[in-house]
């Protein structure tokens, strides 16, 4: 018995921010943005919209195809949750209306998806779950410094959902195709947490974790060593696709699709190039998604499995790098 992916669905807010209106904000132009990472606009929620109704949108697409057959657990990936806690998987659990199932969440940044995903395959293999939602969802526009002073990081997020259910089955009911979920691998080096991160507001901070200096300071925003994670990112991706590629025994010419996550295009295209897969084989959504950290892989493959022709048995290949450092790798068949 194999595990599936299935369903895939997106949403993205429909609020469009171009490169032009960032730089009404802050010192940045479309040109350097462009140049720097291929982004040309994102999409961010206007208020009161929050990361679990982002992933609600999202999953009532997914659940629309299942045609009635309920999902009995929830996996939801963010760093980006409506609250410090609960995780928004309990938050979608009511929103959808479901029965009092488990809501799992999962905090593992850029590679939250494939880690979803890991989690969901062998719970559903073991038979402890059968039907299993998995989501990625965030909303970075109102956790990011929108000024000159956090233009570096600014420029590269994005807010959008995308979610799948996850089944131990040989063959899909959804309308978009389903994918074999095959061979897999995560990793994590917390030696790096600070390369990436969002040090404040957490439970490191006495006597309390909110500060007058906090906010004063605007230390509430993320921050990076971009070129640290930049080297670290391509290092990391092409390694564990090679190491899963080489788990199935496949050259990476036999791979249909390599659907990355979205951080920097000139990431993925050195990912590409190091693994030998030409652009044209290769999906990006980063031009007008920006980063959406863990939404931006299901969102990618439900574009992917609706607007790339693709066979049976055709191989898709996915990975992820991102803050902790965690990275990860997940090779799918087309069923
Ligand atoms: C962030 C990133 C695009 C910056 O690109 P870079 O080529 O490394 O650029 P640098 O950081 O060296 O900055 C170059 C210059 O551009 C400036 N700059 C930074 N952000 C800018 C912006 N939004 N607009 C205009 N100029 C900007 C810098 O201040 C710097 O100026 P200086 O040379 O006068 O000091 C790149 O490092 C990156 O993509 N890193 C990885 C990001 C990532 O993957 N994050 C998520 C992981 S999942």
Redesign the pocket.
Known sequence: MTAIAQAFSRYLPPKVVTNDDLSKL????DE??QK??GIKERRFVEAPTTTSDLAVEAAKGTLEQLEGKPVDAIIAATLSPDFDFPGIGVLVQTKLGLPEIPAFDIRN??SGFLYSLELAKALVLQKQYERILVVGAEVHSTGIDLTSRG??????FGDGAGTCVVSAEEHASSRIPALRLLQSEMHSDGAHASK?WCQHIGSAHFPTRVTQELLDEAKCFPT?E??K??EH?VKRMVEVSHSVLAKEGIPASKVRLVVP?Q??L??NTMVGDALGVPGDRLFNTIERYG?T?AATIPIGLSHALMEVPLHPEDYILSCA???GFTWGATLMQVV
């Open positions: 802050m010192e940045t132009s350097w943005i720097r990472t940044q850029c233009r570096d990081i600014a420029v590269l990436l990076m971009g070129k994670v930049f990112a996550h951080a920097n000139r990431i980063n950290t790098f991102g803050s």
